[in-house]
Each structure stands twice: as structure tokens, then as C-alpha cells.
């Protein structure tokens, strides 16, 4: 039998599949304004895209008359290749040797492995691939994506933050007013958010955002308890309006936890960081295995953040 949930499973998928590590986001980003251009004719309202000189690798949809912004991002963790066999993390990947690693260079398509070399148990290890021939120095290496559904769980590389992308697409279907940014190098330290900020604060007077990504699992955040509206991370967002956020999902009826943490970061941090007044807050579902091959959602998780965000969109 047929879930409802079938076709958000499959485009998340195609998603995880496609290739955009921090930095070299274009092909998401490209992949994403084919789907806006194929699916938004049955859009409650179409957007004005805006992408090109100016924005990088970036996109904005904004529809009518915007009060409120969601960022998403849609770099992911991976390695750059440096010298003879040698791998430069890019952000944070947590993956052990024999993971299955592709990319491509001008030799062709790659399928290798991460082998985490050890000199001694007192040596740090040393990420490299093994493969039958040298890679292109420069080369972009990122996890092969095996998505799998197993009861209510998916698992995949780059939930994070796939499923930060899709929740703005599903938003895209019914969002009268309203604007959805989708970001690059997240992972990476950041970069394209400042200059996102500012055309948005500037060009629509948006002052209010969303944080559509996802969080840990951890010891106050299991699965199986609906979305997280994040009350801090490393940073601290204005409790203001993070309280307003919190009354609008008490009123919603949308199942969703708090967190407290002392590290992590988000594009809201870039927002923060701005001279323009913004008010932000994260809120997305929990995962385990953060930036490995596999992490893993409780879909229910998911789907109240979806809806989630349904509800905001419309009262904020």
C-alpha cells in the first residue's frame, strides 16, 4: 500500500543524492530552481525567484507580501582531496575507514574509500582514500548515499540538511507570504548569510527567521517526541521572540520538544552576528549520527516539523 508520506520520501532521496559540499553548492542549487520551475504552477501562490550575479549559489523565493524568512542550508559535510592520498575535512564529518566516498575530476567519476590512517595510538589520524589511481588535487569528495526506510525511521547521509530543504519545499506549495532563503557553507563556517540578510532586511523589511535544519539526539532530546524549538545553542537568540514561537506551538497542537545546548551553531548565528535587527530561531527534528554516513529521523519527528512550520508561516 501506498504512504502519503511516499513522495516526500522520494524527493528527500533524490536530495541526499545530489553532490554539494560547503562551497560547491551549485548543483543542489540548480537542482532545486528545476523543481520550483517544474512544481510551481500548482502552487497556492508562485514566488519570484531570485538567483544570479550577486547571490552565488544561493536562492531566494519570496511570496507576496513577506513578514517572515526561512533559511535552510544546502551545503553538507565532505573532504577535499590535498596531496599524494591526503583528505581535508570540510566542516565536521564523522565517518570511519571503508566508507564509501564518490566525487568526480576530470579523469572521471570516483568511487573510493576513507581510510583513517594511524601512524601509532598516540598519533592523531590522518584521513585519506584509497583508490586505483591518483585524484585530482582540489577534488571534492563526499559520503555514497545508501537511503533507507525502516519503519518509522529514515536513514541517509546529509539529513542535515536535506531535510531542512525539503520542509521549505513543502512549505512552497501552500506559502502565501513569505520568504525562503536557501544558503551555502553552513558547515563550513558560513559566509553567504550576511549578504542574504541584508537584501532581505533591506529589499522586504524581513526582520523575523526560521531555521529550518536539524538537531541532536542527546541525553534531554530522544526521538519520537515531535520537532525542536532550540531555546539556545552556542548562541543566544532573543528570548522574546523565541517565547512567541513557543506560545504559537502550544496553540498549534504540533507535538514539539525544547532543547538547551551550549555548542552548535546554525545560520542563525550569521543573523545574529548582522547589524540589522533580526530575530531568529532554530526548529527542526532531532537525528542520530549527525554528519556521518547515516544518520537517522523518526519521520513522525519530521512531519510535525512540517507542520510546524505550516502554522508559523501563517501567524507569525
Not at 595510538?121 to 584521513?127: D, G, L, V
Request: aromatic share 10%; hydrophobic share 35%.
Amino acid at each position: 500500500m501506498t504512504s502519503p508520506f511516499d513522495s516526500d520520501w522520494k524527493l528527500l532521496e533524490q536530495l541526499c543524492q545530489v553532490q554539494a559540499p560547503s562551497g560547491n553548492e551549485g548543483a543542489l542549487k540548480q537542482y532545486i530552481l528545476a523543481y520550483v520551475q517544474q512544481q510551481q504552477e500548482s502552487w497556492q501562490r508562485q514566488p519570484k525567484i531570485i538567483q544570479g550575479d550577486g547571490f552565488q549559489d544561493c536562492l531566494i523565493l519570496v511570496f507576496g507580501q513577506p513578514r517572515t524568512a526561512v533559511f535552510a542550508h544546502m551545503d553538507s559535510v565532505g573532504f577535499t582531496v590535498r596531496y599524494q592520498d591526503q583528505l581535508v575535512p570540510i566542516g565536521s564529518p564523522k565517518a570511519e575507514s571503508g566508507t564509501k566516498l564518490v566525487g568526480k575530476d576530470q579523469l572521471g567519476p570516483i568511487l573510493c574509500e576513507l581510510n583513517m590512517d594511524q601512524a601509532d595510538e598516540n598519533s592523531p589520524k590522518q584521513a585519506k582514500y584509497d583508490f586505483g589511481r591518483g585524484i585530482e588535487r582540489g577534488t571534492e569528495l563526499v559520503y555514497e548515499c545508501h537511503f533507507q526506510q525502516s519503519d518509522d525511521y529514515v536513514h541517509s547521509c546529509y539529513l542535515d540538511n536535506r531535510l531542512g530543504v525539503l520542509n521549505a519545499l513543502k512549505l512552497a506549495e501552500t506559502l502565501e507570504d513569505g520568504i525562503l532563503v536557501f544558503s551555502c557553507w553552513e558547515e563550513h563556517g558560513g559566509g553567504s548569510v550576511p549578504y542574504l540578510a541584508k537584501f532581505i532586511f533591506e529589499e522586504y523589511g524581513v526582520s523575523q527567521c526560521l531555521i529550518s535544519d536539524v538537531t541532536w539526539v542527546t541525553d534531554g532530546i530522544p526521538h519520537g517526541e515531535g520537532t525542536v524549538i532550540s531555546l539556545r545553542d552556542r548562541n543566544i537568540p532573543r528570548r522574546a521572540f523565541v517565547n512567541q514561537i513557543v506560545a504559537l506551538a502550544q496553540e498549534s497542537g504540533v507535538s514539539f520538544q525544547l532543547e538547551v545546548e551550549g555548542s552548535g551553531s546554525s545560520d542563525g548565528r550569521e543573523l545574529q552576528l548582522s547589524p540589522y535587527p533580526f530575530n531568529w530561531c532554530f526548529i527542526g527534528a532531532p537525528v542520530t549520527d549527525a554528519h556521518t554516513p547515516q544518520e537517522k529521523v523518526y519521520w513522525p519527528d519530521a512531519t510535525h516539523m512540517f507542520a510546524l512550520y505550516q502554522y508559523l508561516m501563517k501567524n507569525l
